[in-house]
């Protein structure tokens, strides 16, 4: 059995530009938790074309920042950024790496894990310390109905994906750790892919940050026109079931649940959803959950604050009645 205690907590800060994303600052509130109670150190670890950028993660917490800097890692490429962590994960051999569960992120920890021969937890909604203190990742799982608690007890690093909106942002405090940049060595033969433009999407959601979420599943039939209109009369955001975003009804930022985000609103208010496990655990942050199905046994009952049994159209049009008067 590894000692978990050999080598710190990794955190690899996702940047966008010069900026941090915040389920990498949401990590690392988790992880100096954990840190703290393993007795081990925490190092923010980020890559990219310059250092610089590193020393703002200093307000969150760590021993140490990491700053891997070279030209050929100026955009996201998961053969050079695989290639330039690796060889400082088996340097420095830290016993845990966590990850957001974005898509770079998803598609950086499953490389990384095949070079590190270790195992990866993905999607993970909670994380805890079992008795022997290796980190057990929580993952809903099997098509529903069971919650997996996954663990890597005999490799290291134990590598985990974490869904944006799991753990809450911490606030920026006072400098700590130190920074240090490190120059991998790199080559042209290390980049996967050439940039041959980069066109930035247009505004994207970040349904973690949304007071208000007005959700449409496969009963909505497609039709996001009034569930919009409710959204926007709330103040609110339109989420959806994977169904819906599958379908192409909405835009896939819009996906909530496992595979989509982990939500926190007020007011959640779910029409046409059968409350599939991989969907509630995205809104099981709510405050308030109300739903509306025609099935009086849909599982999306058991996560309701208030049930409505019936026809969702009805139910939207009085409520778009009663907003707008
Ligand atoms: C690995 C994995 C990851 C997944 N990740 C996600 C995820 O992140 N998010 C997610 O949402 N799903 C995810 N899924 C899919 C998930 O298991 C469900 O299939 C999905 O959530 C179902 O979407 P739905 O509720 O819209 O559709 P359905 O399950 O088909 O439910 C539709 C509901 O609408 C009701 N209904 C129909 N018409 C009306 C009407 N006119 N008025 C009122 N009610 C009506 C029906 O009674 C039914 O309950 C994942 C699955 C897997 C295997």
Known sequence: MIDVREGGIWVYAERRGDSFLPVSLELMGKAREIADRLGVE?????????????????????DHVLEL?????????????????????????????????????????????IRMRTGLTAHVTALELD?????????????????????????????????????????????????????????????????????????????????????????????????????????????????ATDAGWVERDRMIGQTGVITHPELALVFGASGAVQFTVGIEGANTVIAVNRDPAAPIFDHADLGIVGDLGPVVDSLLRALAA
Request: with cysteine; net charge positive; charged share 20%.
């Open 42 to 62: 925490l190092t923010a670890l980020t890559v990219g074309r310059d250092g610089g950028a590193g020393a703002q993660l200093r307000r969150y917490g760590p």
């Open 69 to 113: 800097a070279h030209p050929l890692l100026t955009t996201y490429d998961a053969k050079a950024y695989a290639t330039a962590i690796s060889a400082e994960l088996r340097r420095s051999k830290p016993s845990t790496l966590l990850l957001g569960a974005t898509r770079n992120g998803q598609d950086l920890a499953g490389r990384l894990a």
């Open 131 to 243: 008795d022997r203190q290796n980190l057990i990742g929580w993952v809903p799982g099997f098509g529903g109905g069971i919650e997996a608690g996954v663990s890597c007890p005999v490799r290291r690093p134990q590598m985990v994906t974490v869904k944006p909106g799991v753990f809450p942002l911490p606030e920026s405090g006072t400098p700590t750790g130190d920074v240090t940049k490190v120059v991998p060595e790199l080559s042209e033969k290390d980049v996967g892919s050439r940039r041959i433009s980069f066109e930035p999407k247009g505004s994207t959601v970040d349904l973690t940050r949304a007071g208000v979420i007005v959700v449409g599943g496969r009963g909505t039939g497609g039709d996001f026109t009034r569930i919009e209109r409710l959204a926007h009369l709330l103040g609110g955001e339109v989420g959806a079931t994977r169904v």
